[in-house]
Every structure is written in C-alpha cells, then in structure tokens.
C-alpha cells in the first residue's frame, strides 16, 4: 500500500485520539455541572458560563485553524490535526515542521516518503513532550524561586519575570531575523517574515487600542486570528516583493560567503 499523508488510516489513528481528548473533556464538563448544582448555582448562571465560555474558545481555535491549513500543504491534513488539537503549540509547531522539511530537503511540497514523514512526526512531538515531563519537576521550584525574589524585592521580582518572558520571545525572534544579513549577498527574501512580524505587531496593537478605548471585550478575544490572516495576507505581498519567502540551500550554492 503506498503510502499518503493523507491515508485513511492515518486518518482513523487521528480520530481515535481526538475521540478520547473529546470524551475526556465532555466527561470533566458533565462533573463541574453536576458539582456546580450541588453548591447551589442558579442554572441560569451555569447556562450563561458554558455558554460565554463557548463562544470565546472560537478565537484560539480559528488560530488553531489556520495552523492546520498551513501545515496541511506539505503534511497532510491529520498530523497537523492531531499536533494542535492535543498537545501543540501554533508558533512551536510551525518552526519545528519547518526546520526538519529545511533540513531533509523536502521545501514545501507534501512529504511523499514514510522516513521523513516519521521523522517530522518525532521532532514535532518529542520536542513539545518534554515539557509536559519538566513542568511537574520544575514548575514549583521555579514559582517558588520568583516569588521569593518578589517578596525581597518587588522590583527585581517584575524585571526577573519579564526577562524570562522576553527570553522566550528572542528564540522566536531569532528565527524571524535569521536570514536578514543574506542581503549583503543579494538575497532580500529574508526581509519576509519581518516585514510580516511588523504587520502582525501593528494589528495587534491597534486592535489593543481600540478594544481598550472603546470597551470592545470579543476585539481582544479575536485579536490573534486577526492578527495572523493579516500577516498572512501580507506575507503573500511581501513574498511577491522580495521574491519569497525563504531562503535555501540551492540559491547560497557558488555564492561566496
């Protein structure tokens, strides 16, 4: 049988995880209702909190959406399905799918050979399971070391805090940057995901503004969507101006260094 990224077994397989993700959420919503009527909660309320709380999980998941049609392209459909629909992150995702295609060479046609298929699959999911390892180990010895550093100095707390924040955000930032200096050698495509990074940025702080200003609560649930179909709108322009996106092995081959 030859083999598919989007094969119907690959399919089923999917399906039965998200199935048991599913039964595994309809199972805690069906005990916090039952224990929400034993404290005495008006129904009205209960209907009120489910029924909010719906409506603005549609912001993440159409996030979650888009990471799924990107990915699709060269992984099929039920491998990016499955990754962001469990235990994934969007922005986690897409950078390690794409550093392993880079690196087998594959670019961004669908992968058509089962080794490079399984060896995105274990990038992608080793990588992001580590942390459901280290977050019991570490997470309380952390917390508890910032709110030490908090009770000293209130001060150093805050900047101690959001340097881990800004660290996190410098890994993503490299990435972004990384193929800027290859302008010296005649290549602009690295100004792609910057001048789509900007555009992003600058929704987003629009949105920010007027959903502060003008009390707009749904704008700030929907911002990141927004903000996402508007740098990838951007980036096909950018892509057109710059000559793409990327830049590969092939175009660096005879350019000196």
């Known amino acids: 049988m030859p083999f598919g990224a989007n094969s119907y077994i690959i399919f089923i397989v999917v399906g039965i995880v998200i199935a048991a993700v599913l039964g595994q959420s309809i199972y805690f919503l069906a005990k916090a209702l039952k224990r929400a009527k034993q404290l005495g909660i008006a129904g009205s309320t209960i209907k009120k909190t489910v029924s909010s709380s719906a409506v603005f999980t ?3 998941a159409v996030a979650v959406l888009l990471g799924v049609v990107v990915l699709s392209k060269t992984l099929g459909v039920p491998l990016p ?4 629909s469990v235990v994934g992150s969007l922005s986690y995702e897409l950078i390690a799918a ?6 087998l060479g594959i670019g961004s046609e669908q992968v058509v050979d089962p080794s490079h298929y399984v060896t995105i699959l274990l990038v992608m999911t ?3 399971a580590l942390s459901l390892v280290l977050a019991p180990i570490m997470t309380k010895k952390v917390q508890s070391g910032v709110s030490k550093i908090g009770m000293k100095d209130k001060k150093w707390g805050e900047i101690f805090s959001n340097a881990m924040f800004l660290g996190m955000i410098s890994a993503f930032l490299g990435y972004v940057f990384c193929d800027v200096t290859y302008l010296s050698q005649g290549f602009a495509q690295g100004f792609t995901p910057v001048c789509v990074m900007v555009v992003s940025a600058v929704v987003m702080a629009i949105l ?5 200003k003008f009390n707009i609560r749904w704008l700030t649930d929907y911002a990141l969507p927004i ?10 322009l950018f892509s057109d101006l710059f000559g793409g996106y990327e830049i590969t092995k092939e175009m660096l081959e005879g350019v000196p260094a």
């Open 81 to 84: 399905w499955l990754r962001l």
């Open 227 to 236: 903000s996402l179909i508007c740098g990838m709108a951007s980036a096909i």
């Open 126 to 128: 080793l990588s992001i």
């Open 98 to 103: 794409n550093n392993t295609t880079e690196a």
């Open 208 to 212: 920010g503004i007027l959903s502060t």
């Open 58 to 60: 549609i912001a993440p």
